[in-house]
């Protein structure tokens, strides 16, 4: 069949069209979800936030009633980011006093630790006062582009994406905290609580799994784990792009700066987003001073993409790697928004029986590619070395806790709930198992909770208990055994040392582990975590030990 000199013509231009739009899908595609979001619901330009009003009179003084609770939750702050333990960046010249003050004034729990080393499952435990795992909410919602892109970044050292598995893992908006959970909102608003939430959510994106119908009254943030601090050419921001982090690039593509307020449509904030959470916290704190109130202010600092406010970046000239410089400078903003929101309760007479908890979702991140963030222990983000679950954990109740109070024994992210809920005079399920512990019995009686605690994410495996901290990998096949009483920055893995204590702890870890559900649906990657160093250094080598990270 000939088809002529035009049809010809046709056909190789189409040809030629299909060549330019393969390339140019190869090299750009990395936009495509940031594009579809902007054309399904566009960002809109800033707009005034109206806190809804409580009563213009109180019913009973702030010592009488129920305590408010300010729970403040920052996103992948390293243990080392602090200056409470003689920490802070820039070799600890960069100070957070108003930070170090919440554990200065209240509690110290020196043995901390998050619910997950990554976003989204501590986020569930904390909500919840359960192991996420035991409800299955194992893994960190993300678009599946994203989790393709680490896979393909990372396919040298071993890293895998499981094609097959996509049918059975949900669009990112659907990876949600399941409805038959109680959440610490929900439970609150029995007690009469009203419930305000800002910042960072990343716990489900439908029309029941947002912030509004998990309990929260009013909610002003952004449901995704990420966004940006300010637009990426702002005149005020000073930015750090981290080329070698496949999420970095990610991010950098894909996420606005907006937020939303009620399940409206985004906006822009009005400033730079940690002080826009802060002021607008300020706003909810004096608009609620007359009731009780539940507020979790979710900040996504220092969380990547790093961007600094100028005048902060300016101010910490002594700081000569340009990446710490910018990262530091979030630490301090975040500082001075924890201190907006402590005077805003003395403002409104409310310091002495307001509950404040501080701690951070996780550690710091590797991909960052600065050494110290966790400094003095091991690994970082997506591990469960100290490095990427041991956290600054600290509660101030100036009406039942007495200041520069330490607690020694270990704590978790499922102790909020309960402890909480104690406070609230509030009764928690008894259908379910509930993971945490009143912390405000605990450091009072000064007593020890003595209970495992137990992480898990695919084949990596962890139980603590007793000072000891046993680790199972299938990826690498590994097992390391550290007694932290004696060795807390796990330099000397005795597994082979110690059997007997081996068999022990392994026992009790399928025990725990046979109690956890099924995840909700399947990881989509394998991808290596360093343990001992930054991403963005060389290669890893023989010596260097790693874990891979479902996900």
Not at 112 to 125: E, H
């Amino acid at each position: 069949m000939k088809i002529g000199k035009r049809g010809a013509s046709i056909l190789a231009a189409l040809v030629v069209m299909l060549v330019v739009g393969a390339v140019l899908l190869s090299r750009y595609w990395i936009y495509i979800p940031g594009l579809l979001m902007e054309l399904r619901d566009p960002v809109q330009p800033n707009r005034e936030v109206t806190w809804e009003q409580g009563p213009a009179e109180a019913t009973a003084s702030p010592t009488e009633r129920a305590p408010n609770v300010v729970f403040i939750l920052v996103d992948d702050l390293g243990f080392n980011d602090l200056s409470f333990a003689g920490g802070g960046m820039g070799g600890g010249t960069v100070r957070t006093p108003h930070i170090d003050s919440i554990a200065h004034e209240g509690v110290l729990f020196a043995n901390g630790y998050s619910g997950n080393a990554t976003c989204a499952p501590s986020r569930a435990a904390i909500m919840t006062g359960r192991y996420a795992t035991r409800f299955g909410f194992e893994f960190t919602p993300a678009p599946k582009a994203f989790q393709k892109g680490i896979a393909t970044f990372n396919k040298d050292a071993g890293a895998q994406y499981f094609t097959e598995r996509e049918k059975d893992v949900p669009e990112v908006d659907a990876m949600s905290l399941p409805t038959s959970e109680i959440t610490i909102a929900e439970m609150l608003k029995q007690q009469g609580y009203h419930n305000v939430m800002l910042g960072k959510w990343h716990l489900g994106g439908t029309d029941t799994s947002r912030p509004e119908k998990r309990g929260f009254d009013e909610f002003l943030g952004f449901i995704p784990g990420a966004s940006m601090f300010l637009p990426r050419n702002s005149p005020d921001v000073v930015n750090s792009i981290q080329d070698f982090d496949p999420i970095d690039r990610f991010l950098w593509a894909n996420l606005p700066f907006a937020v939303q307020f009620n399940g409206g449509d985004r906006f822009e904030p009005s400033e730079y987003m940690t002080d826009y959470l802060t002021n607008e916290a300020v706003k909810a704190i004096g608009a609620n001073r007359n009731r009780p109130f539940f507020m979790y202010v979710a900040y996504n600092a220092p969380h990547t993409p790093l961007q600094a406010l100028k005048s902060d970046y300016d101010a910490l000239a002594h700081i000569e790697n340009h990446t710490e410089r910018v990262y530091a400078a979030m630490v301090v903003a975040l500082d001075r928004g924890v201190g907006k929101i402590k005077q805003a309760l003395r403002d409104n007479g409310l310091e002495e029986n307001t509950i404040i908890i501080f701690t951070s979702d996780n550690g710091g991140a590797g991909y960052v590619g600065l050494p110290d963030l966790n400094k003095p222990y091991r690994g970082w983000k997506a591990s469960f070395f100290e490095g990427g679950i041991h956290v600054p954990f600290f509660m101030k109740w100036p009406a039942r806790i007495a200041p520069g109070t330490v607690y020694e024994y270990p704590v978790a992210h499922v102790d909020i709930f309960s402890t909480v809920a104690a406070a609230a005079g509030a009764t928690p399920p008894a259908d379910r198992v509930i993971d945490g512990v009143d912390l405000t019995a605990q450091v009072t009686g000064n007593t020890d909770p003595s209970r495992t605690l137990f992480w898990r994410s695919g084949h990596y495996k962890v139980l603590l208990s007793e000072g000891w901290k046993l680790q199972t990998s299938e990826r690498p096949e590994k097992k390391w055994l550290f007694n932290l009483a004696a060795d807390p920055t796990e330099q000397k893995n005795l597994a082979d040392a110690e059997p007997e204590k081996l068999s022990e702890m392994m026992e009790m870890l399928a025990k725990v582990d046979g109690e956890q559900s099924a995840p909700v649906w399947p990881a989509l990657i394998e991808a290596p975590i360093m343990i001992d160093r930054p991403l963005g250094g060389a290669p890893r080598g023989p010596e260097d030990e790693f874990v891979f990270w479902a996900n």
